[in-house]
């Protein structure tokens, strides 16, 4: 996967840690003991949570929806008047869990961030963090912070989601919620920091190869980038490590090569190889950087998982509103009319499960029609832009990375970007009969 890549590199400076943050309430929930303040469900009918025994201790058991995929979820819901309806905007959640099969966890929650979420329900439903789970067979602890928190049942009347993936039993033994006056403190800034230290932004963006007229490539208008690159220094012959996303993405934001990181495909991630791998943000994160990130930077998830390692706090967005489904959406209510209506519902599902195609198994390219706002990589930058207007950094000299996702597929984009490039105007690069002729027979370095 072709990355570009545009960043300043600057000195670094040490710091010390910060002072410890107070806490304003805390929930503490075990298994088989109720709790008025919360509770834990699940989705009726479609999974279902146990109480057991595991080495002397009790746990939650939460087992599969899907036994063939491993996907499993249950929720917590907050009862108290004290923490619902934004009362409680800063939250840090613990839990207590056993590792023990591969798959990864993810956590979403109900938060005011007017980022997320989608048409009518901007807000909702945001990514508050990841982990991997490595089958180690240890009980290990983690820790969610969570900003902009509602905490209201909007979404579908929960408040905090948990979903795993992967063949194995999600067990739970103890989960605490802690209410925070204040978000977690930055450490300290030294005096060596408040010297001449140069900021940092970093900016990637997906598969975007060398298609833009800086680099000689004309059939494509890219004015903005161009100007970029004019008032700095292009690199006319670098190359992406590696012809996949994660692994190019774990090689060149840790500096070593895919192989020697041992990642080579999309599902592996360099923690579970070299757990000990310092990466480019983590570097300027214990260097006294205010180190932050928005979009793709690493590959998927694992934005979220480097939240505490690399970054301070990272944004992972979706885009709120899916082309594809608004056109099967136009074409079933073509003939039976609205979706919403109770007789049309089972009909919707079936039409859309016969008819639905993954976009990047079959990349398609769709002119979309709702508001710029909803598309991810919109967010993103609004983000980055938020943090540049409040100067969020305070003191410390800062790191912040944004990532754009397209033109990754699928290729998704505003119609006013469409009719840029009329169809009829189009023309296609010639390709040379014999363009695979001079490919080696087997990769150096292969047996």
């Given at each position: 996967?072709?990355?570009v890549l545009t960043a300043i590199i600057a000195a670094l400076v040490l710091f010390s840690s910060g002072p410890c943050l107070a806490v304003e309430s805390i929930l503490v929930l075990t298994p088989g003991e109720s709790n008025k303040n919360a509770e834990i469900v699940t989705q009726k009918g479609e999974s279902a949570i146990a109480v057991r025994e595991f080495e002397g201790r009790k746990a939650w058991v939460s087992e599969a929806l899907q036994k063939e995929q491993g996907f499993r979820q249950f929720y917590v819901n907050l009862l108290g008047s004290a923490w619902t309806d934004g009362r409680m905007p800063n939250v840090r959640i613990t839990i207590d869990y056993l590792d023990n099969f591969h798959g990864e966890l993810e956590l979403k929650y109900d938060s005011t961030d007017k980022l997320y979420g989608g048409p009518g329900s901007y807000g909702?439903?945001?990514y508050g963090g990841f982990l991997r789970?490595?089958?180690t067979a240890i009980w290990k602890q983690k820790v969610f912070t969570l900003r902009d928190v509602f905490f209201g049942g909007r979404c579908n009347g929960y408040d905090i989601r948990f979903t795993?993936?992967?063949?194995?039993?999600?067990?739970i033994s103890r989960l605490k919620i802690e209410g925070l006056p204040d978000l977690p403190r930055y450490p300290e800034v030294t005096a060596r920091a408040r010297g001449n230290r140069k900021n940092v932004l970093l900016i990637i963006l997906d598969d975007l190869n060398d298609h833009v007229e800086a680099f000689g490539y004309d059939p494509i208008d890219t004015p903005n980038i161009d100007c970029f690159a004019a008032s700095g220094m292009k690199f006319m012959r670098a190359y992406c490590q590696y012809p996949v996303c994660g692994p190019s993405r774990a090689s060149f934001l840790t500096g070593r090569y895919p192989e020697t990181i041992h990642v080579l495909e999309n599902d592996m991630h360099f923690r579970d190889e070299a757990p000990d791998a310092r990466t480019m943000l983590q570097y300027f994160k214990e260097n006294g950087y205010w180190t932050v990130g928005s979009g793709k930077i690493f590959h998927?998830?694992?934005?979220?998982?480097?939240v505490g390692t690399s970054t301070y706090t990272h944004d992972w967005?979706?885009?709120g509103a899916d082309p594809q489904d608004d056109l099967l959406r136009k074409l079933f209510e073509k003939d039976h009319g609205s979706i919403k209506k109770k007789?049309?519902?089972d009909k919707w599902r079936s039409f859309r499960k016969e008819n639905w195609e993954h976009p990047e198994k079959h990349p398609k390219a769709l002119a979309c029609d709702f508001d710029d706002s909803l598309h991810k990589d919109v967010?993103?930058?609004k983000r980055v832009s938020e943090w540049l207007d409040a100067k969020a950094w305070g003191d410390n000299p800062f790191f912040i990375a944004c990532g754009i996702v397209r033109p990754h597929l699928p290729f998704y984009a505003p119609r006013k970007f469409f009719n840029q490039y009329p169809k009829d105007k189009l023309v296609i690069a010639a390709v040379p009969e014999d363009d695979w002729e001079d490919i080696p027979v087997r990769p150096w370095g292969t047996d």
């Open positions: 996967m072709k990355t909702v439903w945001k789970l490595q089958n795993t993936r992967g063949k194995g039993d999600l067990i998927s998830l694992s934005n979220l998982e480097e967005f979706l885009d007789k049309n519902q967010r993103a930058v």
